[in-house]
């Protein structure tokens, strides 16, 4: 798999966690920071870990490569 790639998606993530610390610094917790966080995390749980990272753990399966 493209780690370049796969890497990079982790930056933007970070990347939009850190975006929403701000916003909560600056305003404090609001409804709408609250549904903000909610949506990022349930699509990235959704989208990334069951899609891209099971895809490079199959990748890193097949290769004989165990993490643990």
Same mark, same amino acid.
């Not at 409804?31 to 989208?47: G, Q």
């Given at each position: 798999?493209?780690?370049? *790639?796969?890497?990079?998606?982790?930056?933007?993530?970070?990347?939009?966690? *850190?975006?929403?610390?701000?916003?909560?610094?600056?305003? $404090? *917790?609001?409804?709408?920071?609250?549904?903000?966080?909610?949506?990022?995390?349930?699509?990235?749980?959704?989208?990334?870990?069951?899609?891209?990272?099971?895809?490079?753990? $199959?990748?890193?399966?097949?290769? $004989?490569?165990?993490?643990?």
């Amino acid at each position: 798999p493209d780690l370049d *790639a796969h890497r990079a998606k982790h930056e933007s993530m970070k990347d939009t966690l *850190a975006e929403l610390v701000r916003e909560f610094e600056e305003e $404090g *917790a609001t409804h709408e920071l609250a549904n903000a966080i909610d949506s990022v995390l349930a699509n990235w749980l959704k989208r990334h870990i069951k899609t891209v990272d099971q895809l490079l753990a $199959g990748f890193l399966h097949r290769e $004989g490569i165990h993490l643990v």
